[in-house]
């Protein structure tokens, strides 16, 4: 019973993530396309910083839980290392997301509102491939 548990958490913590994941890079398209108006690129700024952080703190719950189903439960195989790899990467593209945030925060430009729409999908074709790694477990 305290497998379901763990994993029950383990999913929440990583719906919870994604949400971050998701919503960022839509923060940072608009604030590109923002213009000048410092009133729209303050709230725009805190509320990305927020969402940062609480998916830092997701994140980290999400990691802990899905440690304890690896080391406690012993899941394992080849799938788990393909599936690991592309959340290294979702984590990369959420870092990334942060630091061009931090980066308009001190003045830095950002990538066009088109190039962060394309960088915006990314994590959606991660997601597929995870979820399908994790429910074929084809190797």
Known sequence: MAYFWIKTAHLVFVMAWMGGVFYLPRILVNLAEAGGDPAVRTRLVLMGRRLYRFGHMMFGLAFVFG?????????????????????VLMLAHFTVSGRWLKGVDAGRALPSSRALR?????????LVGIVFLVLAKPF
């Open 67 to 87: 440690l304890v189903l690896w080391l406690y439960f012993g899941i394992s195989g080849g799938w788990l290392h393909a599936k690991l790899t592309l959340v």
């Open 118 to 126: 394309w960088f915006n999908e990314l994590p959606v074709l991660l």
